[in-house]
């Protein structure tokens, strides 16, 4: 499994908006990119019960307005909206926690543009990994994505996780991290912070986590 890392993560728009939410601190990433692909043909890949385990991971449920979801390993939670094709959101429940995701699709040219909103309260979480906890793992989601509609060939999950223990890896994650580090920075955070919770969140997903010590856990 081969993945050119600067290009891949380099497609990709990031931003980080600080903000209130029901009268508390919340926290929106923002993923953006292009793919060689239609609209119709993306929104198929990224609801389908049948396609999304072959860039993502087994998902269960009815993928519906107002039908709960679960997948596999990772977050469940109900379908708030359901536009087809261009926007779909949803609750993201996950270790007790629950947060939000927004997913837009548009045309651009010849090419479909996924915009992915994940919200947050700001909490100790938040506080102690920053946006990389949930943005490095919608990173890897979106790269998979990539090389499922470019090949047509399904991620083998096994290659998969062993990839992420590689050099290759453990780059992706590294690189990502840091990503996120800017755009949290660019929020408005001190880059002083930002760079001590990139520094964790990064040695979480690379197997450099020191014990004890809590790990971002978010699901995505």
């Not at 290009?7 to 990031?14: E, F, I, S, T």
């Not at 931003?15 to 953006?32: C, H, I, Q, W, Y």
């Amino acid at each position: 499994m081969e993945i050119d890392v600067a290009r891949v993560l380099g497609l990709v728009a990031r931003s980080v908006k600080n903000f209130e939410k029901d009268g508390r601190p919340a926290s929106t990433v923002t993923l953006s990119r292009l793919y060689e692909t239609d609209v119709d043909d993306l929104w198929d890949a990224v609801t389908s019960k049948q396609r999304i385990p072959r860039w993502f991971a087994p998902i269960e449920g009815e993928l519906q307005l107002g039908g709960r979801y679960q997948i596999k390993g990772n977050a469940g939670g109900t379908i708030t909206t359901c536009t087809p094709p261009t926007h779909f959101a949803a609750t993201w429940e996950f270790g007790g926690a629950t947060s939000w995701i927004d997913v837009r699709l548009t045309s651009e040219r010849n090419q479909a543009r996924l915009t992915l909103e994940h919200t947050a309260m700001i909490e100790d979480h938040w506080n102690q990994f920053g946006p990389g906890a949930v943005g490095i793992g919608w990173d890897l989601a979106l790269a998979g994505l990539e090389r499922y509609l470019s090949s047509g060939a399904s991620v083998d999950h096994e290659t998969a996780e062993a990839w992420m223990g590689s050099a290759e890896g453990k780059d992706f994650m590294t690189t990502s991290g840091e990503y996120w580090c800017a755009a949290h920075v660019a929020s408005g955070v001190d880059p002083a912070v930002a760079k001590e919770r990139s520094d964790r969140t990064i040695a979480f997903y690379r197997g450099e986590m020191p014990p004890g010590v809590a790990h971002p856990g978010t699901g995505s």
